[in-house]
C-alpha cells in the first residue's frame, strides 16, 4: 500500500518540464542576513580609536580582546559584551542586554550600562556604571566604581532595546567573591570626579558624529549617591505610579531637588503587589492600591536636611494634581525608604 504524498510527490516531478531542475527548498533561516563575526570584533589592536556608530551593533554579542592603549566606542546596545587580555584602554559600552564580562585586564578606564557586571583576574580599572543587578568582582585588585553618567541622543532608545531601566542602578553595591582580610579590594571614586577626565570624548571624525554629552543633568541615568557616606540623618522617599508622564516626572523632581541642594540617594522601577504597598505606604495604602495595575513605580530616596519638607513643596507646587507618595516626615522617612528599598531587592533578585 503507498503513500498518497509520495504519489503525489511523483507526480509532481514527473509533470515538470524536462531539463528543469527542482528547486531548493527555501527555510527561514536560509534567510536571514549573513552576520561576520568580524564586524562585532576588536582584536590585537595597538594605539588606536575605534567604535560602532548607533546602528551598527543592533544587538549582537561582542567581544574585545587583546588591546592596547586604544580607545574604543561601542555607541549601540549589544547582547552581551566580553573584554579579554586589554591593558591601558578606554572602553565605552553603549546598554548591553547580558553581561559584560572583564577579565585579565589592566589599568583600564570604562563607561558602561549592562544588566550583568563581572570582572574577574583584573588590575586599576575606573568603572562608571550602569548595572540592573549586584556587581561582582573575583581575583581583582583596585577596582573603581562611579554611577554611569553620559549622553547622546540615540542611548534612551538603546536602553529600551536593551531590556534596561535606568532607574535600575545598584552600581556601588559591590559583591567581591575572594575577599582579602584588612583589605578593600574595590573603592568608590570621588563624588566631584569629571567623568571626561577619565573617558575622554572620541576624536575621529567618524566618531564625533554622536553627539555626546557627560553633563551630569543631561545624563540619561540619574547620577546617584549610591552607598556613600549619606550627609544628612534626614531621608526622603518618593514614589512615582505609572503613567504617561512617570519618566518625565521623576526626572523633573530629580532636578529641582538637586538644584536646592539636596542628594540623590538611589532610585528603583519595579512591579508592586498589594501586600507590597501595605508594607511600604501603610495606612495610606488604599488611596495607591488601584494605581498599582498600570505599571511598575519608580522610586527615588533623596537626602539632606529638610528632604522632606523640601520634596513635599516641590510636589505641591509642581507636581499638583499628580498621583506620589512623599515620606510624611523625617522620623517615618527611614522606615519608608528601606522598606521598599528592602522590598525591592529582594524582587529583582540582588
Known amino acids: 500500500m503507498g503513500c498518497f504524498f509520495s504519489k503525489r510527490r511523483k507526480a509532481e516531478k514527473e509533470s515538470q518540464p524536462e531539463g528543469e531542475e527542482e528547486r531548493p527548498k527555501q527555510y527561514s533561516w536560509d534567510q536571514r542576513e549573513k552576520v561576520d563575526p568580524k564586524d562585532y570584533m576588536f582584536s590585537g589592536l595597538k594605539d588606536e580609536t575605534v567604535g560602532r556608530l548607533p546602528g551598527k551593533v543592533a544587538g549582537q554579542q561582542f567581544l ?18 566580553t573584554i579579554d587580555d586589554c591593558t591601558n584602554c578606554v572602553i565605552f559600552l553603549g546598554p548591553v542586554k547580558g553581561s559584560v564580562f572583564f577579565r585579565n585586564c589592566r589599568d583600564c578606564k570604562c563607561a558602561l550600562a549592562c544588566q550583568q557586571f563581572r570582572v574577574r583576574d583584573c588590575r586599576k580599572l575606573e568603572v562608571f556604571l550602569c548595572c540592573a543587578t549586584q556587581p561582582i568582582i573575583e581575583s581583582s585588585t583596585s577596582i573603581k566604581f562611579a554611577c554611569f553618567q553620559w549622553y547622546y541622543p540615540e542611548l534612551a532608545f538603546q536602553f529600551k532595546d536593551a531590556g534596561l531601566s535606568i532607574f535600575n542602578n545598584t552600581w556601588s553595591n559591590i559583591h567581591d567573591f575572594t575577599p582579602v582580610s584588612g583589605e578593600l579590594n574595590w573603592s568608590l571614586l570621588s563624588e566631584d570626579t569629571v567623568v571626561q577626565d577619565h573617558i575622554p570624548l572620541p576624536t575621529t571624525e567618524e566618531l564625533k558624529t554622536v553627539r555626546v554629552s557627560t553633563e551630569a543633568n543631561r545624563s540619561i541615568v540619574p547620577v546617584s549617591r549610591g552607598q556613600r557616606q549619606k550627609s544628612s540623618d534626614e531621608s526622603c522617599l518618593v514614589v512615582l505610579f505609572a503613567g504617561d508622564y512617570t519618566i518625565a516626572n521623576a526626572r523633573k523632581l530629580i532636578d529641582e531637588m538637586v538644584g536646592k541642594g539636596f542628594f540623590l540617594v538611589q532610585t528603583k522601577e519595579v512591579s508592586m503587589k498589594a501586600e507590597d504597598a501595605q508594607r511600604v505606604f501603610r495606612d495610606k495604602a488604599p488611596d495607591f492600591l488601584p494605581l498599582l495595575s498600570k505599571g511598575p513605580v519608580i522610586a527615588l530616596e533623596f537626602n539632606g536636611d529638610g528632604a522632606v519638607e523640601g520634596c513635599q513643596l516641590i510636589v505641591n507646587e509642581t507636581f499638583n494634581g499628580t498621583k506620589m507618595f512623599v515620606s510624611e516626615s523625617k522620623e517615618t522617612a527611614p522606615g519608608d525608604v528601606d522598606s521598599f528599598y528592602n522590598f525591592a531587592d529582594i524582587q529583582m533578585g540582588i
Do not use: M, P
Open 64 to 81: 574585545i580582546q587583546d588591546c592596547e592603549n586604544c580607545n574604543i566606542y561601542i555607541f549601540d546596545h549589544s547582547a552581551t559584551v
